[in-house]
RNA sequence: CGGGGCGUAGCGUAGCCCGGUAUCGCGCCUGGUUUGGGACCAGGAGGUCGUCAGUUCGAAUCUGGCCGCCCCGACCA
């Protein structure tokens, strides 16, 4: 029936299928490509927004939002990142429908109403952003400008997959206009940071941070920098990314500003953004074969409260007692749910909770109040403990910090464990096809040989990872010389 | 857009080869017994078999068109 999950080892894109459907976060709408995020989904997303809009906030931006449409000729202001998203865009070529003459209830779009400019739906904003910040600036008075959106992107993508692939996804969007290119260089360094940060403390998933190739580079950007995490599979999920965009988007939408010294000159710009492709990878960092397992930090849910009762009156003295407990936890900022149906077992629950990876689960029986105890459960590791009530307000809170540590050494283990140092290709296609992970190795730095390898392999190139210590190495492929290693996987 | 597969109740499916008005499980509703790791019994509701056309006395089943979905490629955060 329905609630076994595959397993992780048998098949694991089925898993991470089943799973983001069991636990209840999203499933694909009927409509083309396009994903329904259900309620308990979107509270991690909630959970995530708060954390990053904090963040934002401290390093001293500030929100607003602009429009979904961009006109065409906007769009293609910027040539490079017109070209890198020409293939994937939504275009809205009429403003009007009419009934049908020859078919009856249904209805055409009327042809009357052809815009005179199409309508791309954004597939990201630097475009609308940048011509409205040339209507805003004017003197490096007015720099920086540290802006962020909150928004939702279409990408009409050929094939999609829950959370790390649709055609449209919520994301943000940070983009900064600045007087010197070091001050954006450093703002495309800053939020990087913030991204590694919150990937780390908030999701606990250790994250790489590096910088794209040529290839791979954001259209219109002069550098990319990303983030890389490693999945359960082994594969990396790139969960974040940050670009400097030296003054493309200011030359292309005409963008100056008045210096100290009264002279007319391009801004600096840079755009970062972090998806809801951070939920498949928060899902794909942690879980088991039993279910979700989130870190305390970004769970909707931090404890679960399951009575064990025969009769009301049970149920009633129990609830009295969960009431105070809940409400201690509460007052120290945790998120608790009394789960106090009476048409299910308690180990229905016990694996539902479990499937939906709530951090820490408390049981309390006729049993737990004759002795002033309760029983304690966390996910991560599954163990159970006896704990007394009394000690519940300073137990708790330590055991969710535990978790938090927990996952996040567990995944860094694991990253270990998986990251391998190659020095010749046939090593290289060994350990990919073998053992999968993250592979260091020489590159030659070409897009030649990048894209060979790619082909050959079907890893990617990457990152060059920022704290990568200078080694001098020949390139696995080409045995040109080589002065780093880089990092190769297959990639979501 | 190429290659493969599928479309039957809210979900998962059997039936299709060999035509006779649809099977089973989960879920749902009612009543009862249960409840410390995924309960059980009894009764009940729920289906234009993706869609349109054709063949036929008769189509879930055969034929053709269309639509949609999934998997593998190409593309991608």
């Not at 089925?14 to 308990?40: F, H, T």
């Not at 002033?372 to 599954?382: F, G, L, N, P």
């Not at 790619?454 to 920022?466: H, N, Q, V, W, Y």
Request: hydrophobic residues 40%.
């Amino acid at each position: 029936m329905g609630k076994e999950l595959t397993s992780r080892s048998e098949n694991y894109s089925q898993w991470y299928n089943d799973l983001v459907k069991k636990a209840d976060l999203a499933e694909n709408s009927d409509v083309r490509g396009c994903m329904v995020i259900k309620p308990y989904g979107y509270s991690i997303w909630e959970k995530m927004q708060q954390a990053l809009d904090k963040m934002f906030k401290e390093t001293g931006h500030v929100n607003a939002y602009f429009p979904l449409f961009v006109p065409k000729s906007m769009f293609e202001a910027e040539e490079k990142n017109a070209e890198g998203f020409a293939k994937e865009c939504a275009i809205v070529t009429h403003y009007r429908l009419k009934t049908d003459p020859n078919n009856k209830g249904k209805l055409i779009v009327d042809p009357e109403a052809k815009l005179e400019e199409e309508l791309v739906v954004r597939p990201t904003s630097e475009a609308i952003i940048w011509s409205t910040y040339k209507k805003w600036i004017q003197s490096y008075r007015d720099l920086p400008l540290l802006i962020n959106q909150w928004a939702n992107v279409v990408r009409w993508e050929m094939r999609t997959r829950l959370f790390l692939r649709t055609a449209e996804f919520l994301w943000q969007e940070g983009h900064t206009a600045h007087a010197t290119a070091n001050e954006a260089v450093k703002e495309t360094e800053q939020m990087l940071d913030v991204y590694a940060e919150f990937a780390e403390t908030f999701m606990a998933m250790p994250v790489i941070k590096g910088k794209k190739s040529d290839g791979e580079r954001f259209p219109g950007a002069i550098d990319t920098y990303c983030i890389e995490a490693m999945m359960q599979d082994g594969k990396a999920l790139q969960a974040g990314t940050s670009h400097f965009l030296g003054q493309n988007f200011a030359k292309a939408f005409n963008v100056q500003f008045t210096n100290k010294e009264g002279k007319l000159e391009l801004v600096w710009g840079t755009s970062w953004g972090v998806s809801t492709r951070l939920i498949g990878g928060l899902i794909m960092a942690h879980s088991d074969d039993d279910g979700l397992i989130l870190p305390p930090k970004l769970a909707p849910i931090h404890v679960v409260i399951v009575p064990i009762f025969r009769s009301d009156e049970e149920l009633i003295k129990i609830s009295t007692k969960v009431e105070e407990i809940a409400s201690s936890l509460r007052k120290q900022g945790y998120s608790v749910k009394f789960d106090n149906r009476d048409n299910l077992k308690p180990g229905f629950k016990f694996a539902e909770w479990e499937l939906k990876g709530v951090p820490v689960r408390i049981a309390i029986g006729p049993r737990d109040l004759e002795n002033r105890t309760i029983e304690v459960a966390r996910r991560d590791t599954k163990e159970k403990q006896v704990m007394k009530m009394d000690d519940v307000a300073t137990a708790i809170p330590k055991l969710l910090d535990d978790i938090q540590a927990n996952i996040y050494e567990k995944a860094l283990k694991f990253r270990s464990e998986k990251t391998t140092k190659v020095d010749s290709y046939d090593e290289f296609k060994k350990v990919l096809d073998e053992k999968g992970g993250f592979v260091l190795a020489h590159w030659d730095g070409t897009a030649e040989t990048e894209t060979i390898i790619k082909e050959e392999t079907k890893a990617t190139f990457r990152c060059i990872p920022l704290d990568a210590s200078a080694e001098a190495g020949t390139c696995i492929y080409s045995g040109k010389p080589s002065t780093k290693r880089v990092v190769f996987a297959r990639a979501y």
